[in-house]
């Protein structure tokens, strides 16, 4: 049987898919338990800061995690010594948090109100330090420009970075809107997007401008805290600018497929222990192959003020994620829609001001000061949604059985989705 470049790669794909497969389910190592112990010394080197309201997460060599007091600011690279309450993770109200650290390479953790003592510096590389650096530059200046909890929202949009009061995560995750403060594949395109612009107003030819194209993707992937949709986005940009580069067509789908293959070949880990994995991947199918369609058909839903994109979009990512959602989280928020159809179309406004009010700070306070205005109001209308839509008594817990209803429903709306051809064209180009 003759196999067309787009079915061999398919094949090739489905192969890594399932040796990754096999390879998370049988041959993942279990972290080891570690005993409680108190008043432990480490000496070691911080590989991620998270800062949040009134701590922060910092990640150090040799799969520990690390909560300390929110000052003094450690940054990645120094070497830190700190005493600590050592334990193991452990799942909490029906979360697998020990499965999932243990997907980032994670199976320690320490607390302390003490505060750390920096003994030294490992920047891993001018390079890595370098961007590390202006990475906490760019969060000094948006905590003195805008201050909590507009700052985190901000910090969210733009770069990923998780950091809000347990109070305001809690509303986010009520509204369905936690999504929208995680680096993803609409950061990495806008990314691609400015460069593109810039480079062709430079006058550079697409031929020579793809290593500066690539370089200014990887450079955000590492900006926005490595994470999993964040990988996942910058792969598949990339992939589709390397075929563009090679004078090859492929669709959306090949592409999906071969950075599924790449990342879980990597650490297969991802495939049960990283619900985010799950949700990123899906999403992007449903946003590939349902979008598209419903934004043509649904003719009913005006389009201004981007109303139907919001809308479809929301639709057929949520759609497609749903079984993660009810089996992994066993709750559902029957506000999400409306939230986001009310909060997505602000979205690329409030990050092109907010990263405007950020590059032009060091220029002009004047000029910043201007640029903030719409960020501001942006802000503060992302906010106002998610606090009232959160009062809503619409997020609620999921029976077992109930969730096995509704996955039978999905499946049954899943095939009758692909008889129709939605997700067949998608499939057979």
């Given at each position: 049987?003759?196999l067309t470049p787009?079915?061999?790669?398919?094949?090739?794909?489905?192969?890594?898919l399932?040796?990754?497969?096999?390879?998370?389910?049988?041959?993942?190592?279990?972290?080891?338990?570690?005993?409680?112990?108190?008043?432990?010394?480490?000496e070691?080197?911080?590989?991620?800061v998270?800062?949040?309201?009134d701590?922060?997460?910092?990640?150090l060599?040799d799969?520990?995690?690390?909560?300390?007091?929110?000052?003094p600011?450690?940054?990645?690279?120094?070497?830190?010594?700190?005493?600590?309450?050592?334990?193991?993770?452990?799942?909490?109200?029906?979360?697998a948090?020990?499965?999932?650290?243990?997907?980032k390479?994670?199976?320690?953790?320490?607390?302390?109100?003490?505060?750390p003592?920096?003994?030294?510096?490992?920047?891993?590389?001018?390079m890595?330090?370098?961007?590390?650096?202006?990475?906490?530059?760019?969060?000094?200046?948006?905590?003195l420009?805008?201050?909590e909890?507009?700052?985190?929202?901000?910090?969210?949009?733009?770069f990923?970075e998780?950091?809000?009061?347990?109070?305001?995560?809690?509303?986010?995750i009520?509204?369905?809107?936690?999504?929208i403060?995680a680096?993803?594949g609409?950061n990495?395109s806008m990314v691609?997007?400015?460069?593109?612009f810039?480079?062709?107003?430079?006058?550079?030819?697409r031929?020579?401008?793809?290593?500066?194209?690539?370089?200014a993707?990887?450079?955000?992937?590492?900006?926005?805290?490595?994470e999993?949709?964040?990988i996942?986005?910058?792969?598949?940009?990339a992939?589709v600018m390397?075929?563009?580069?090679?004078?090859?067509k492929?669709?959306?789908t090949?592409v999906?497929?071969?950075?599924?293959a790449?990342?879980l070949?990597?650490n297969p880990?991802?495939?049960?222990d990283?619900?985010?994995?799950g949700?990123s991947?899906?999403?992007?199918i449903?946003?590939?192959?349902?979008?598209?369609k419903?934004?043509?058909?649904?003719?009913w839903?005006?389009e201004?003020f981007?109303?139907?994109?919001?809308?479809?979009s929301?639709?057929?990512?949520?759609?497609?994620s749903?079984p993660?959602?009810?089996?992994?989280?066993?709750?559902?928020?029957?506000?999400?829609?409306?939230?986001?159809?009310?909060?997505?179309?602000a979205?690329?406004f409030?990050m092109?001001?907010?990263a405007?009010s950020?590059f032009?700070?060091?220029?002009?306070?004047?000029?910043?000061?201007?640029a903030?205005l719409?960020?501001?109001?942006?802000?503060?209308?992302?906010?106002?949604?998610?606090?009232k839509?959160?009062?809503?008594?619409?997020?609620?817990?999921?029976?077992?059985?109930?969730?096995?209803?509704?996955f039978?429903?999905?499946?049954?709306?899943?095939?009758?989705?692909?008889?129709r051809?939605?997700?067949?064209?998608?499939?057979?180009?």
């Amino acid at each position: 049987m003759n196999l067309t470049p787009s079915q061999t790669l398919r094949t090739l794909c489905a192969v890594f898919l399932v040796v990754a497969t096999v390879r998370g389910i049988f041959f993942s190592p279990v972290a080891s338990s570690v005993p409680q112990e108190d008043g432990v010394l480490v000496e070691s080197t911080v590989l991620r800061v998270e800062v949040g309201v009134d701590r922060q997460k910092i990640t150090l060599e040799d799969g520990l995690l690390a909560f300390i007091p929110r000052y003094p600011l450690v940054h990645y690279g120094d070497r830190v010594r700190l005493m600590c309450d050592m334990s193991s993770p452990e799942p909490f109200e029906g979360f697998a948090y020990d499965r999932y650290l243990a997907a980032k390479g994670i199976d320690r953790l320490c607390f302390t109100r003490k505060t750390p003592i920096v003994i030294g510096e490992d920047r891993g590389g001018v390079m890595m330090g370098t961007l590390q650096d202006w990475r906490a530059g760019v969060m000094a200046t948006i905590d003195l420009a805008y201050g909590e909890p507009h700052a985190s929202l901000l910090a969210g949009l733009l770069f990923g970075e998780k950091r809000f009061s347990d109070r305001w995560e809690q509303l986010f995750i009520r509204t369905g809107t936690s999504h929208i403060v995680a680096a993803s594949g609409y950061n990495v395109s806008m990314v691609m997007i400015i460069s593109s612009f810039v480079l062709a107003t430079l006058g550079m030819r697409r031929r020579k401008a793809f290593g500066f194209l690539i370089a200014a993707t990887v450079g955000y992937v590492l900006f926005a805290g490595f994470e999993t949709a964040v990988i996942r986005a910058g792969v598949m940009g990339a992939l589709v600018m390397t075929s563009y580069q090679v004078g090859r067509k492929t669709t959306m789908t090949n592409v999906l497929l071969l950075t599924a293959a790449i990342m879980l070949t990597i650490n297969p880990r991802l495939l049960l222990d990283d619900a985010a994995f799950g949700l990123s991947f899906l999403s992007t199918i449903g946003l590939i192959c349902l979008t598209p369609k419903w934004k043509i058909s649904w003719t009913w839903i005006p389009e201004r003020f981007l109303i139907r994109e919001s809308l479809t979009s929301t639709l057929a990512a949520t759609l497609m994620s749903f079984p993660i959602l009810i089996f992994q989280f066993g709750k559902i928020s029957l506000v999400s829609v409306f939230t986001n159809v009310l909060i997505l179309p602000a979205v690329p406004f409030v990050m092109a001001s907010g990263a405007l009010s950020i590059f032009v700070s060091p220029l002009s306070v004047d000029i910043a000061r201007l640029a903030s205005l719409p960020t501001v109001a942006g802000l503060n209308w992302m906010l106002w949604i998610v606090e009232k839509g959160a009062d809503l008594p619409l997020y609620f817990d999921v029976p077992a059985m109930l969730s096995v209803i509704l996955f039978i429903l999905w499946l049954i709306l899943m095939k009758r989705i692909w008889t129709r051809s939605v997700l067949l064209k998608s499939f057979s180009v």
